[in-house]
């Protein structure tokens, strides 16, 4: 699986956009960018994926460069309970396939 | 959405004892289901792959005669720590996939913290 690199911390002001950058250089054609969040001592909660194309839904909205070697989730108006920690990870579109969890980013939401 | 369960949330035993911990699929069918490790302040850490009616794929690693994985049903997998030890005081999660072939999500459950005195 390719590797990705989050910066390990961010701050927000509640109200704002939350943008938190994630780079997958090695990523391969056939791999999507997934994201999921962790909130303190729960499970993870899958957010969004994308191949190649910009996405958006209820939660965020995604970001891909065209060279998909870096990709931007974006929390358009961010809440306290968005605090958590969000991992981009890149993996085959196959249902079998592992999520391997990298470091993420640890985003603190702030009034 | 899809909703994984878990059952205990946590548990608290002596060392040396079996603890099993249940993940259960409540509103779909789960052909494969996955099983984390968490440690304080750490990422998830991938144990194992467990596909239904075959024997669970372990992470490089991993003891599998420790960390026993039965998938017996579509809705059910269940992770045994056998003779547990201070050392294996973790959270556990368990994942599920809905259905099969492509873009399908994971789901989580809500993770069961293990207590080893």
């Known amino acids: 699986d390719a590797k990705t690199t989050q910066p390990p911390s961010m701050d927000c002001a509640e109200g704002r956009a939350a943008n938190l950058p994630c780079n997958h250089s090695?990523?391969?054609?056939?791999?999507?960018v997934y994201w999921y969040r962790q909130i303190h001592s729960q499970g993870p909660q899958y957010i969004i994926h994308?191949?190649?194309n910009n996405e958006t839904n209820e939660m965020a909205s995604l970001i891909i460069t065209e060279d998909r070697k870096s990709s931007t989730l974006i929390l358009p108006h961010a809440t306290l309970r968005d605090t958590a920690v969000y991992y981009c990870?890149?993996?085959?579109?196959?249902?079998?396939?592992?999520?391997?969890f990298g470091t993420g980013t640890r985003l603190q939401v702030f009034p | 959405g899809a909703v994984v369960s878990q059952h205990p949330s946590r548990v608290i035993c002596k060392s040396g004892t079996s603890v099993k911990i249940e993940c259960r699929s409540l509103?779909?069918?789960?052909?494969?289901m996955f099983w984390y490790r968490q440690f304080p302040k750490q990422s998830l850490m991938l144990m194992a792959t467990?596909?239904?009616?075959?024997?669970?794929?372990?992470e490089q690693g991993v003891e599998k005669d420790k960390f026993l994985i039965n998938h017996a049903s579509l809705t059910l997998s269940t992770l045994t720590v056998t003779s547990a030890h201070p050392e294996d005081s973790s959270f556990y999660i368990c994942?599920?996939?809905?259905?099969?072939?492509?873009?399908?999500?994971?789901?989580f459950g809500p993770g069961t913290r293990l207590t080893v005195l």
């Open positions: 467990s596909n239904e009616g075959s024997k669970a794929t372990y």
């Open positions: 994942s599920a996939t809905v259905g099969a072939g492509y873009y399908n999500e994971q789901f």
């Open positions: 509103d779909f069918q789960a052909t494969t």
């Open positions: 990870i890149v993996r085959s579109g196959l249902n079998t396939d592992k999520l391997i």
């Open positions: 090695t990523i391969s054609g056939n791999e999507y």
């Open positions: 994308g191949l190649k």
